[in-house]
């Protein structure tokens, strides 16, 4: 009888014949279907960060790298939950996870392997490939983050506008030989930015700083000036008290005229000029695929990207980077020839011409050189520093066969005889010679066979109709002539050492193959 009594109580308890306890039990939501609705929302906070890896990647390293992270951790997270995110295979995995592994092994062979393995985040970067490849899945995402990141560049180049039309620091004309500023070093023609580790806006702060009595004149420092004169940005000593008798305060200073400068190299929000350049030289080759691949140039979608494409190459040249410049030359004569009609072709090149020589005319003012100056102080010391590369890379197997390890450099320059020991430290100013360098000929090789690999995939990919979309083959172009240009720059930059560089590329890398997915594999 007990054993009845409890089987009856087991069974009203698991049957309720309550309504009420029936309806509170169909409240109560399945774990899988939990599991669905967090994965769903997983999905969608995936796309955010993308958005906002779009959106920041022009302007800050701090904050691309906090949305690819969140992005990343994300994504780590949906891969563990029901149903299960589809992975998708691409032409580029060997070599891109090959060239992490032997980048690891090289980091662990390293002179410095505390130092390498940490420059391993940096190394690390090219997941935001498969965070964009893996995760995008439809054509509307595709072309929003496209758009979203050639908008979000041009915040910087209105930026860059601007900054420049209304210029900066006191630029001095009819410098007087009796001027303290000339003998302090000052030569006519600079434009003086900071006195005392403050801003200069006017001639009237400047006669301020240098004004003093002549009893106090001797106890006080020197006020100190930094200028700029054709890139060089030194700090002047000059004497206070040592103003010129005179009424105006131009007089007073030994200065004919003055006016704001607008010399310096435009940087964006990066703070230096070859990374924006490089940065530019990217988008702006998406921009102008996305725009020989319209082909209606009597559109308003025409007309827009035609003024996104002159407005970045027009930062691009004020950035006075030569190797840019000729990058991005390169990339657009490659998306032109082959994306475009011979009359399209043949109109575009007549209109780069005066562009060219604008170009020229630029470098010889704001930088005082030549396009090709055997005289270039920048061309020696690249010339000095690849020979000395090069000779330490040969000389052991060691170093060919694993490199001296990420940034070890930094720390053994002096004991391997680099910078002729006193020249400005730096890197090889060339990525496959640094890539050798540091990580090793295998490593090189396989990084040439992934860039291989990618220029293929484009190559094929815009030679192929069965790309449907503008917007698509836009992608496809203006990545093919944007890696041209990012290697033929990297020949004389490390441009790929810039993680800002590296993250649009990756980027851009991403959304190519989420085309070669989308619209050029079989079903």
Same mark, same amino acid.
């Given at each position: 009888?007990?054993?009845?009594?409890?089987?009856?109580?087991?069974?009203?308890?698991?049957?309720?014949?309550?309504?009420?306890?029936?309806?509170?039990?169909?409240?109560?939501?399945?774990?899988?279907?939990?599991?669905?609705? +967090?994965?769903?929302?997983?999905?969608?906070?995936?796309?955010?960060?993308?958005?906002?890896?779009? /959106?920041?990647?022009?302007?800050?390293?701090?904050?691309?790298? /906090?949305?690819?992270?969140?992005?990343?951790?994300?994504?780590?997270?949906?891969?563990?939950?029901? *149903?299960?995110?589809? %992975?998708?295979?691409?032409?580029?995995?060997?070599?891109?996870?090959?060239?992490? /592994?032997?980048?690891?092994?090289?980091?662990?062979?390293?002179?410095?392997?505390?130092?390498?393995?940490?420059?391993?985040?940096?190394?690390?970067?090219?997941?935001?490939?498969?965070?964009?490849?893996?995760?995008?899945?439809?054509?509307?995402?595709?072309?929003? @983050?496209?758009?979203?990141?050639?908008?979000?560049?041009?915040?910087?180049?209105? #930026?860059?506008?601007?900054?420049?039309?209304?210029? &900066?620091?006191?630029?001095?004309?009819?410098?007087?030989?009796?001027?303290?500023? #000339?003998?302090?070093?000052?030569?006519?023609?600079?434009? @003086? $930015?900071?006195?005392?580790?403050?801003? $200069?806006?006017?001639?009237?702060?400047?006669?301020?700083?240098?004004?003093?009595?002549?009893?106090?004149?001797?106890?006080?420092?020197?006020?100190?000036?930094?200028?700029?004169r054709f890139e060089a940005t030194p700090t002047f000593d000059v004497a206070r008290g040592r103003l010129l008798?005179?009424?105006?305060?131009?007089?007073?200073?030994?200065?004919?005229?003055?006016?704001?400068?607008?010399?310096?190299?435009?940087?964006?929000?990066?703070?230096?000029?070859?990374?924006?350049?490089?940065?530019?030289?990217?988008?702006?080759?998406?921009?102008?695929?996305? %725009?020989?691949?319209?082909?209606?140039?009597?559109?308003?979608?025409?007309?827009?990207?035609?003024?996104?494409?002159?407005?970045?190459?027009?930062?691009?040249?004020?950035?006075?980077?030569?190797?840019?410049?000729?990058?991005?030359?390169?990339?657009?004569?490659?998306?032109?020839?082959?994306?475009?009609?011979?009359?399209?072709? +043949?109109?575009?090149?007549?209109?780069?011409? *005066?562009?060219?020589?604008?170009?020229?005319?630029?470098? =010889? =003012?704001?930088?005082?050189?030549?396009?090709?100056?055997?005289?270039?102080?920048?061309?020696?010391?690249?010339?000095?520093?690849?020979?000395?590369?090069?000779?330490? $890379?040969?000389?052991?197997?060691?170093?060919?066969?694993?490199?001296? &390890?990420?940034?070890?450099?930094?720390?053994?320059?002096?004991?391997?005889?680099?910078?002729?020991?006193?020249?400005?430290?730096?890197?090889?100013?060339?990525?496959?010679?640094?890539?050798?360098?540091?990580?090793?000929?295998?490593?090189?090789?396989?990084?040439? /066979?992934?860039?291989? +690999?990618?220029?293929?995939?484009?190559?094929?990919?815009?030679?192929?109709?069965?790309?449907?979309?503008?917007?698509?083959?836009?992608?496809?172009?203006?990545?093919?002539?944007?890696?041209? &240009?990012?290697?033929?720059s990297g020949l004389v930059h490390y441009n790929y050492g810039d993680s800002e560089v590296a993250m649009i590329?990756?980027?851009?890398?991403?959304?190519?193959?989420?085309?070669?997915?989308?619209?050029?594999?079989?079903?």
């Amino acid at each position: 009888m007990r054993k009845d009594r409890e089987a009856i109580a087991e069974k009203e308890f698991s049957s309720p014949t309550d309504p009420e306890l029936s309806v509170h039990s169909s409240l109560i939501p399945h774990p899988s279907s939990l599991r669905s609705s +967090l994965s769903l929302w997983l999905d969608r906070a995936i796309i955010c960060w993308l958005f906002m890896l779009a /959106i920041f990647a022009p302007h800050s390293i701090a904050a691309t790298q /906090i949305a690819w992270a969140c992005g990343m951790l994300l994504w780590v997270a949906r891969l563990t939950l029901r *149903p299960r995110a589809r %992975l998708w295979r691409t032409p580029l995995d060997y070599a891109l996870l090959g060239f992490f /592994i032997l980048t690891m092994i090289s980091s662990l062979a390293s002179y410095d392997p505390d130092v390498s393995i940490g420059k391993l985040r940096g190394a690390s970067l090219f997941t935001i490939v498969y965070l964009v490849a893996e995760n995008v899945t439809s054509k509307r995402v595709l072309r929003a @983050l496209v758009f979203t990141l050639i908008a979000s560049c041009m915040i910087n180049v209105v #930026y860059v506008m601007g900054e420049r039309a209304i210029g &900066g620091g006191v630029k001095v004309a009819g410098l007087s030989k009796a001027s303290p500023l #000339y003998a302090a070093g000052v030569l006519d023609g600079d434009t @003086l $930015l900071e006195v005392d580790n403050r801003a $200069l806006h006017n001639p009237e702060e400047l006669r301020a700083a240098l004004d003093a009595s002549s009893g106090m004149a001797e106890t006080q420092p020197p006020a100190r000036v930094k200028i700029y004169r054709f890139e060089a940005t030194p700090t002047f000593d000059v004497a206070r008290g040592r103003l010129l008798a005179g009424e105006t305060t131009l007089d007073k200073l030994g200065i004919g005229s003055w006016s704001r400068g607008r010399d310096w190299r435009a940087a964006g929000f990066y703070g230096h000029y070859t990374t924006y350049a490089e940065a530019l030289q990217l988008i702006a080759s998406l921009a102008l695929g996305l %725009l020989i691949a319209l082909r209606k140039w009597r559109t308003r979608s025409a007309l827009l990207l035609l003024a996104v494409v002159m407005s970045l190459s027009v930062a691009l040249l004020l950035t006075v980077t030569r190797a840019s410049w000729l990058a991005f030359l390169l990339s657009a004569s490659l998306i032109v020839l082959v994306g475009a009609s011979r009359r399209t072709a +043949l109109i575009l090149a007549a209109c780069a011409l *005066p562009v060219i020589f604008t170009g020229l005319f630029v470098l =010889q =003012q704001k930088r005082n050189v030549s396009f090709f100056d055997p005289k270039d102080d920048s061309i020696n010391w690249r010339k000095t520093v690849q020979r000395e590369g090069l000779q330490l $890379l040969t000389s052991k197997p060691r170093h060919l066969l694993v490199g001296v &390890g990420m940034d070890s450099i930094k720390r053994h320059w002096r004991e391997w005889g680099l910078f002729e020991n006193g020249i400005p430290q730096g890197h090889m100013h060339s990525t496959p010679l640094q890539l050798a360098l540091e990580r090793g000929i295998p490593t090189l090789l396989l990084w040439l /066979i992934l860039v291989g +690999l990618y220029a293929r995939m484009l190559w094929r990919g815009v030679r192929n109709h069965s790309v449907k979309g503008w917007v698509e083959r836009g992608i496809l172009l203006g990545a093919l002539g944007g890696l041209v &240009g990012f290697f033929a720059s990297g020949l004389v930059h490390y441009n790929y050492g810039d993680s800002e560089v590296a993250m649009i590329f990756y980027f851009i890398m991403g959304l190519s193959l989420v085309v070669e997915r989308e619209e050029l594999r079989p079903l």
